[in-house]
């Protein structure tokens, strides 16, 4: 079966600290993809990033960075140098056949 | 711009009538998606379309209809017989289903209330 679990329903911090948001996945999939979403306050999830299965380098992108480790069926997510902007509802994803398997979301609040 | 346009963005419903919440996107997309959002229980799965005039049941069907007459379009009706209706619904797309590396674009949701 397939299962996304996020474990922090709510996480605070002082901006520009560092923050990681977990994400432990399951799934008899050999193969398949893993995604992060973004939910601001407006209420639209934003695609932030995707990862195969095959492929498991750290991806950076700016202030963001990923770590995927299939090990530990993990697709961790870290902000770095946290801004107020960044306070957010983050979804990790697994799809499987023609469906998302969302998380509960990982709620972040970014104090100036 | 392309994108996935849902309305309206608030919706009131007395008890017992049935509503319905509008989809449109203009991203050339088969897929297309609805999901429901309620508080600590992350996004589940409505019901979703393939392509025109086809659609399946997601995880929680149960008091929902939807009609897939065009590509652009994929209206979602709440009915009476949903127990619980007050929720956040999420409409979203993408490029096609079953394959796995494509991402869903959502809109902005709509958030219904019954009164």
């Known amino acids: 079966a397939q299962k996304v679990t996020q474990a922090q329903t709510e996480i605070s911090v002082v901006e520009k600290e560092d923050v990681t948001l977990d994400c432990v996945y399951e799934?008899?999939?050999?193969?398949?993809?893993l995604f992060w979403y973004k939910q601001p306050p407006s209420g639209e999830l934003v695609f932030l990033i995707r990862r195969n299965s095959f492929d498991e380098q750290n991806e950076i992108s700016g202030r963001y960075s990923w770590n995927f480790q299939k090990s530990t069926s993990s697709f961790n997510f870290t902000i770095t140098a946290s801004q107020v902007v960044d306070s957010a509802v983050y979804f990790c994803?697994?799809?499987?056949?023609?469906?998302?398997?969302f998380g509960t979301g990982t709620s972040l609040t970014v104090i100036p | 711009d392309g994108g996935i346009t849902q309305s309206p963005k608030y919706l009131f419903r007395k008890e017992g009538q049935n509503v319905t919440l509008s989809c449109e996107q203009n991203?050339?997309?088969?897929?297309m998606y609805w999901y429901r959002q309620d508080p600590g229980q992350g996004l589940r799965l409505i019901y979703y379309s393939q392509i025109v005039n086809d659609f399946q049941k997601g995880d929680i069907a149960e008091g929902y209809s939807v009609s897939r007459e065009k590509k652009e379009s994929f209206p979602l009706t709440v009915t009476s017989a949903q127990k619980n209706p007050t929720a956040f619904y999420l409409c979203a797309s993408s490029k096609t289903a079953g394959a796995a590396y494509n991402e869903q674009f959502f809109g902005p949701g709509t958030r219904l209330t019954v009164l």
């Open positions: 799934t008899r999939d050999t193969t398949y993809y």
């Open positions: 994803a697994l799809p499987t056949g023609n469906q998302f398997y």
């Open positions: 991203l050339n997309h088969d897929a």
